[in-house]
Nanobody, 126 residues
């Protein structure tokens, strides 16, 4: 059974930082690209970023570039999302997801991810 478990969310002031983790089990982690998405209730899910299976390539949503960094440790079956210079508009539930696809355009859409975590809340106060 595949499980993705996010952690590290919480409340932070604007300008602060958080590091989210997503621990994976039940899948061959090093063969999956991993993505991060976020969602505010009542709004569409938003692509945050993704990292290919080997960790050599990362992609980010436009509003995250320069502030967020995705990394992975295949030995620990874990992917990370380092978020700096947080803004109130970054407040959302953050989800990690896994896909066997590595093609850039496919990584942007949540429809192409097979496995999802339960999400972790990030709240940025002004």
């Amino acid at each position: 059974q595949v499980q993705l478990v996010e952690s590290g969310g919480g409340l932070v002031q604007a300008g602060g930082s958080l590091r989210l983790s997503c621990a994976a089990s039940g899948l061959s982690f090093s063969t999956y690209s991993m993505g991060w998405f976020r969602q505010v209730p009542g709004k569409e899910r938003e692509f945050v970023g993704a990292i290919t299976w080997g960790g050599s390539t990362t992609y980010y949503g436009d509003s995250m570039k320069g502030r967020f960094t995705i990394s992975r440790d295949n030995a620990k079956n874990t992917v990370y999302l380092q978020m700096n210079s947080l803004k109130p508009e970054d407040t959302a539930i953050y989800y990690c997801a896994a896909t066997s696809i590595s093609f850039y355009r496919s990584l942007l859409s949540g429809k192409n991810y097979k496995y999802w975590g339960q999400g972790t809340q990030v709240t940025v106060s002004s």
